[in-house]
């Protein structure tokens, strides 16, 4: 399985964007995917994840903010991200796992995608 994020840029804060994460393969077999971010010199952070039932968790900095969501028919995922503040500036990672939450929690998920960078500033 591979995946492919997209959706990165640059915008102001109060800014929104869309990370998509497509795979290459059917998602219906996963059991959760998450998304990641990573700023610089910092530990790579789950911002948030959804089971193939919907279920959703996100962490505490983005909640209220971004919204996490799946369309097995289109094998995507994506991280739609409102009222962007300069602390979410970060390269952004999608992941995902068969085995279950934890290696999702922990950031051992099996598959990765590469990077998106997003970039909020004025």
């Known amino acids: 399985v591979q995946l492919q994020a997209s959706g990165g840029g640059s915008v102001q804060p109060g800014g929104s964007l869309r990370l998509s994460c497509a795979a290459t393969d059917t998602m219906i077999s996963m059991k959760i995917m998450g998304w990641y971010r990573q700023a610089p010199g910092q530990q790579r952070d789950l911002v948030a994840s959804?089971?193939?039932?919907?279920?959703?968790t996100y962490s505490d900095s983005v909640k209220g903010r971004f919204t996490i969501s799946r369309d097995d028919q289109k094998n995507t995922v994506s991280l739609e991200m409102n009222n962007l503040k300069s602390e979410d500036t970060a390269v952004y990672y999608c992941?995902?796992?068969?085995?279950?939450?934890?290696?999702?929690?922990?950031?051992?998920?099996?598959?990765w995608g590469q990077g998106t960078q997003v970039t909020v500033s004025s």
């Open positions: 992941a995902a796992d068969i085995r279950g939450p934890e290696p999702i929690q922990s950031g051992k998920a099996d598959y």
């Open positions: 959804i089971t193939p039932d919907g279920t959703t």
